[in-house]
């Protein structure tokens, strides 16, 4: 609960020491006394604490330092609802299987959560057609979640709940922005009383994790039925300038996890949306969807 009921977001930038050892120096920092080794044992403890957050953003040492302040300030801009040069894009691939545990090395460190997604019917919220008559959104909804903590590396279940809810904007130019903020339980309650009926509860199990620098999350769904077992594969990462459906598998600026049976990648389109997206999942059948 302390870990995320209290920060909407954890940036950590990786020490020089991993990626960057040439700058890496005790001579232009009085309080720095670890070594190169002693820093990234530290900076992978801390890492590890982290992991878990909703809202986990590694930044590496891909670039140079001017460079590594750059994407955070993007990033942070982002996630305050300021313009951003800096495009940080969602990949999504689907699993053969559900990640077998057992099989993760020694030193990559996991938690599972338990996750509850409720669509809230909200008749104030605008229609399409008026949205697109007046601004540069083509839709909007919202949701709240309960995120449940799990085990950590197969420990038993700690029972710690944590509650937010998220708006969803979707732009003429294909972007989506969230806007999240975390609300107490009595919220969580008074607004799953105006839950959407025309839409199921989702319900999941995800496993989150960092491999290679990047954080992973694992969206496995338990409900509605007609998708248990689906299993998702997130990751995001910052892209310039250019689009991120246009790059190719093999060129995705970060290392896949090996230990997870991988398919294929999860497009933008509107019948992969349809098929995986987790708003036209609930769509209890029958139901229309604007």
Known sequence: EIREGRYNAVFHLVTAAEGAEN?????????????????????????????????????????????????LVNATAKLVGLPSSLARSSVKFLLYRKPQLHLFPPDVKYHVFEVEK?????????????????????????????????????????????????????????????????????????????????????????????????????????????????????????EELSSVNDIPRDDIPFELPPFLDIGRRILPTKEDSKRYGAYSISLIDGSDED
């Open 23 to 71: 700058y890496y120096t005790l001579e232009n920092n009085a309080v720095r006394s670890e070594t190169p080794e002693m820093a990234r044992q530290l900076d992978q403890m801390t890492r590890a604490a982290w992991v878990g957050h909703p809202k986990l953003v590694v930044f590496d040492n891909s670039t140079n330092f001017e460079g590594k302040l750059q994407r």
């Open 118 to 238: 409720v669509y809230i019917y909200d008749d104030r919220h605008r229609s399409k057609a008026t949205l697109q008559e007046d601004s540069q959104y083509v839709e909007e909804y919202s949701f709240i979640r309960k995120r449940t903590q799990g085990g950590v590396d197969g420990g038993a279940t700690d029972g710690g709940e944590v509650y937010g809810q998220t708006i969803v904007k979707r732009t003429n130019d294909g972007q989506e922005i969230e806007i999240k903020r975390i609300i107490s339980n009595r919220e969580y309650t008074n607004l799953y009383k105006a839950r959407d009926m025309s839409r199921n509860v989702v319900r999941q199990t995800r496993v989150s994790f960092i491999w290679s620098m990047q954080s992973f999350n694992v969206h496995i769904y338990s409900e509605p039925v007609k998708v248990r077992d689906l299993c998702v594969l997130h990751c995001q990462f910052e």
